[in-house]
């Protein structure tokens, strides 16, 4: 039986949009060009696939082929060993003489327990099981059934999760709706849009209005960062009603002062996206 090709037009956008920004953005254009490239290597991870059948709700780590991801891995060390920045780059070299069974240990924690033992190394192991990752869980994600797509929880005692991957959200959303506008979170690893509430910490849950403050820059006008004061957590957020062109994943890392301006002024981001800003 042929099962359809993966529609890889989410990562074609992801690419033309850090082209088009890493030109008329200076100060990013190095980690847009970069991620960029990045993108494009993984639109190849699962480019002219099959896609994945639906299946009944299981655990992410028996629903992955890991059999491919972990295939995935020498091949882009090896990219990384020669097109990376100088630091990532020697990292890389270095990364090569790991195992395969050392690479399955890594994912295995990383996705049955995100902080644990890959959150405390360094942060190019991180990088390349997260890069080789996301296109194959995005891929398996996206095969559920619209119906079976939960939302987000609601926040209680920490941080929100994604219901499908247990991944941070990464990035907020703000879409047009009626006299306002909604707010999706983007997952960190299957980076699917899901609806949360407009007033809230998605870190700790305060919903007062007083300690959840907005800040804007002038050379940002669709980017705003959404911090609260009670935890001292932020998130960023697009807004596409003031430029529906822009990519979250991408203006996110096209944007990066704003992060440095609010870590400045002692906030932590909730979740650091794939570059680690």
């Known amino acids: 039986m042929r099962h359809p090709a993966v529609n890889t037009s989410r990562w074609d956008e992801r690419v033309e949009r850090a082209r088009t920004l890493a030109a008329i953005r200076p100060a990013a254009a190095e980690a847009l060009t970069f991620y960029g490239a990045v993108a494009e290597y993984q639109k190849s991870l699962v480019s002219g696939g099959p896609a994945p059948r639906a299946e009944p709700r299981r655990p992410l780590i028996d629903a992955l082929e890991l059999g491919a991801v972990l295939d995935a891995i020498p091949d882009f060390l090896a990219w990384l060993a020669c097109l990376a920045p100088a630091r990532l780059a020697e990292s890389a070299v270095g990364l090569r003489t790991l195992e395969r069974d050392h ?34 869980v995005e891929q398996a994600a996206l095969a559920e059934p619209a119906e079976q797509r939960r939302d987000l929880p609601q926040t209680e005692g920490g941080p929100i999760r994604c219901p499908f991957c247990n991944a941070l959200p990464v990035v907020g959303v703000l879409r047009e709706a009626g006299h306002g506008a909604t707010r999706t979170l983007v997952c960190s690893l299957c980076l699917i849009e899901r609806p949360y509430l407009r007033v809230v910490c998605p870190s700790c849950g305060e919903q007062q209005f007083d300690a959840l403050p907005v800040y804007t820059a002038s050379q940002f006008e669709h980017t705003r960062i959404e911090a609260c004061d009670r935890c001292r957590s932020y998130l960023k957020t697009i807004d596409l009603t003031k430029d529906g062109l822009a990519i979250p994943l991408v203006d996110d890392i096209a944007s990066v002062s704003l992060d440095l301006w609010a870590r400045d002024r002692g906030y932590v981001r909730l979740r650091a996206n794939l570059l680690g800003l």
């Open 103 to 136: 690479w399955r240990r890594l994912i295995h924690s990383y996705l049955t327990d995100e902080d644990g033992d890959l959150g405390k190394a360094d942060h190019a192991p991180r990088f390349v099981v997260e890069v080789v990752l996301q296109p194959f």
